[in-house]
């Protein structure tokens, strides 16, 4: 059982057509009346279950949740991982970013369209999880304990010792090839191009394993490339 689930079939979300038009018809107050609403029915849905050897948290570039943004990417990684869980899986713990982490409404209302693609994101794969979610397989995690996947791994497990990252970070700093792929100066949009860590996106284009990604952020660029761009501005 769950009510998230059960909701989502009450309001006839049960295809990605049906629930990219939800999304895209609604005015932005009922949008933003469900998301609140999937938020308390998560509390409700919450608990966890005891711990086996086949117990985790992945990665949400695992599950489709995170990383690449396009839905086609984000399907085809959770259709997969839907596939593992079902032979493998005890019990999985998913952090939905529209759960998880909710979004100011001064931020919603700058960036509606934006809001309304992740949410169309987040429930398409919700729904093609659902018969896990349903068999209490797959749980999602409320936004109280949204905590990063491999703390919350060890969380589960009564483990308070946490990750540390600096020797992945310096391997990937060391590798990765980063550059300024084009710059719009009137839109004052950039877009980077990140080389030589084909493993990391693997998912995301069978033919070109390098990864583009927009920033708009100044001082971010001028962070990746540590001098010379301010004249390009």
């Given at each position: 059982?769950?009510?998230?689930?059960?909701?989502?079939?009450?309001?006839?979300?049960?295809?990605?057509e049906?629930?990219?038009?939800?999304?895209m018809?609604?005015?932005?107050?009922?949008?933003?009346?469900?998301?609140?609403?999937?938020?308390?029915?998560?509390?409700?849905?919450?608990?966890?279950?005891?711990?086996?050897?086949?117990?985790?948290?992945?990665?949400?570039?695992?599950?489709?949740?995170?990383?690449?943004?396009?839905?086609?990417?984000?399907?085809?990684?959770?259709?997969?991982?839907?596939?593992?869980?079902?032979?493998?899986?005890?019990?999985?713990?998913?952090?939905?970013?529209?759960?998880?982490?909710?979004?100011?409404?001064?931020?919603?209302?700058?960036?509606?369209?934006?809001y309304?693609?992740?949410?169309?994101?987040?429930?398409?794969?919700?729904?093609?999880?659902?018969?896990l979610?349903?068999?209490?397989?797959a749980?999602i995690?409320?936004?109280?304990f949204?905590?990063?996947?491999?703390?919350?791994?060890?969380?589960?497990?009564?483990?308070?010792?946490?990750?540390?990252?600096e020797p992945?970070?310096?391997?990937?700093?060391n590798?990765?090839?980063?550059?300024?792929?084009?710059?719009?100066?009137?839109?004052?949009?950039?877009?980077?191009?990140?080389?030589?860590?084909?493993?990391l996106?693997?998912?995301?284009?069978?033919?070109n394993?390098?990864?583009?990604?927009f920033?708009?952020?100044?001082?971010?660029?001028?962070?990746?490339?540590?001098?010379?761009?301010?004249?390009?501005?």
């Amino acid at each position: 059982m769950s009510r998230i689930i059960d909701y989502m079939r009450e309001l006839d979300l049960v295809s990605s057509e049906k629930i990219k038009r939800y999304f895209m018809k609604n005015n932005l107050d009922t949008i933003m009346s469900f998301d609140k609403y999937m938020r308390d029915l998560a509390y409700k849905d919450w608990c966890i279950a005891d711990y086996s050897p086949y117990s985790f948290a992945p990665s949400m570039d695992l599950s489709g949740f995170g990383g690449c943004s396009g839905l086609n990417c984000k399907i085809e990684r959770a259709d997969r991982f839907n596939k593992f869980i079902s032979l493998y899986g005890d019990t999985v713990y998913f952090i939905v970013n529209s759960i998880a982490n909710p979004r100011p409404i001064s931020i919603i209302e700058k960036d509606e369209v934006f809001y309304r693609r992740d949410l169309i994101s987040d429930y398409t794969l919700i729904y093609l999880y659902s018969g896990l979610i349903e068999k209490n397989i797959a749980k999602i995690i409320p936004p109280h304990f949204s905590f990063c996947p491999d703390c919350f791994s060890k969380h589960i497990v009564n483990n308070n010792e946490l990750l540390t990252l600096e020797p992945i970070i310096e391997q990937y700093c060391n590798k990765a090839i980063i550059e300024l792929y084009s710059y719009n100066k009137t839109r004052r949009v950039g877009i980077i191009e990140i080389k030589n860590i084909p493993e990391l996106f693997s998912n995301h284009n069978r033919h070109n394993k390098n990864f583009f990604f927009f920033i708009i952020i100044k001082r971010y660029i001028a962070v990746i490339f540590f001098e010379g761009i301010s004249d390009t501005f």
